[in-house]
């Protein structure tokens, strides 16, 4: 069989890996500057993703059995627009534009079972009375442009950070306490399968800076079971049909659900391309290219082990020397620590180094000596 994979950057890696394993022949599309993925690849073809009428000719050509990529905004669309022109298994397109408008993601997800509304408005050159708020661009990933803000004076502020992210409008909407997690699921032919749920740590406001993930979730099982059964309501709600998905939650102090957003791929930061199949039995990557290819099984998921991984930048600086201790720990999967001269992280980019642990239980970065 032929996949073509969208994109060579470092969410790519483990689809092209995953798919030798499988023996299935890749296709890769990307600029040739930065295709890290290369090598990897069967056949590469060195063209922009955005030249789509191209890809489309060439995967034709080829004639691919499915298309796919992972962990990529800029990739997801192209994948959809491409399954959609051959009649292969995607988002679709139009289903998959609609989700990364967090405006119509708030719009449906407050009318579905077992989530708790959230106000909001999409900012018009008006302002509504919601503060606190969350200021966020309606179509921006990974925290970029978010802001928190708590009263009127830091309005403006924020709504320049986030418009200085996007083209297509801003979002405002009320704050909601709790503890954030996201939940990794797969789908297809619109069958939703949750596979894991993460625990996530963030810098807190004003940007909310991803500085960790912990599988499993720590949650008590009763708010898991919940969060399970309201899922797939939630993807049957903005009809999302086929791949992966990384839905971002908070959790009130009440047992509140509340959506944070809905990406239409695998999550970053080392979630979907090595967190969840340490943590689980599921070759997650695995599942996303069945999916594509139309020969998915259901997922048997059992949680086997504790994974996750740690972030270094200005906001854990006080964990600095636990990063510094990490050598030869026999739960230490991998590091990669760019720079000991800390700068303050704004998004999930600029950070400057991480590592992974995998263990019976969670690595806790006060215990490293």
């Given at each position: ?91 679709p397109y139009e289903t998959i534009k609609n989700i990364k408008d967090k ?13 708790t509304p959230i106000p909001f408005y999409k900012y018009d050159g008006r ?243």
């Amino acid at each position: 069989m032929k996949l073509a994979i969208i994109g060579a950057a470092l969410g790519q890696v483990q689809l092209c890996k995953k798919a030798r394993e499988m023996h299935i022949e890749t296709i890769g599309f990307a600029w040739e500057k930065g295709a890290i993925c290369k090598s990897l690849f069967d056949k590469f073809y060195p063209i922009s993703i955005y030249e789509t009428d191209k890809i489309i000719e060439i995967c034709k050509k080829e004639k691919i059995d499915g298309v796919v990529t992972n962990a990529s905004e800029k990739a997801i669309d192209i994948v959809a627009i491409v399954a959609d022109a051959l009649g292969l298994r995607g988002g679709p397109y139009e289903t998959i534009k609609n989700i990364k408008d967090k405006t119509y993601t708030r719009l449906v997800s407050n009318k579905v079972p077992g989530f708790t509304p959230i106000p909001f408005y999409k900012y018009d050159g008006r302002k509504n009375e919601i503060y606190p708020c969350v200021i966020k661009p309606c179509t921006a990933a990974g925290k970029r442009g978010v802001s928190f803000v708590r009263c009127e004076a830091d309005f403006e502020k924020a709504l320049v950070y986030a418009n200085a992210e996007t083209k297509n409008g801003v979002t405002i909407e009320g704050f909601a306490e709790g503890q954030e997690i996201s939940v990794e699921s797969i789908s297809f032919d619109e069958n939703h399968y949750v596979i894991q749920i993460t625990d996530k740590e963030n810098s807190g406001a004003p940007h909310f800076v991803e500085l960790g993930h912990h599988q499993p979730s720590a949650l008590p099982q009763n708010i898991q079971n919940r969060i399970r059964e309201a899922i797939p309501k939630l993807l049957d709600a903005v009809q999302f049909k086929n791949g992966a998905t990384h839905i971002e939650i908070k959790i009130g102090n009440q047992g509140e659900i509340y959506l944070i957003e809905i990406n239409p791929r695998g999550g970053g930061d080392g979630i979907s391309n090595n967190l969840v199949e340490m943590s689980t039995n599921c070759d997650y990557v695995k599942k996303m290219i069945e999916v594509a290819l139309g020969t998915f099984t259901p997922p048997v998921v059992k949680n086997t082990n504790h994974a996750g991984i740690y972030f270094l930048c200005k906001q854990t600086e006080q964990y600095i020397n636990a990063f510094k201790a990490l050598k030869n720990q026999p739960w230490l999967v991998e590091k990669n620590i760019s720079s000991f001269n800390l700068s303050e992280a704004t998004g999930n980019k600029n950070r400057n180094g991480y590592f992974f642990y995998c263990s019976d239980k969670k690595i806790l970065l006060d215990e490293i000596h």
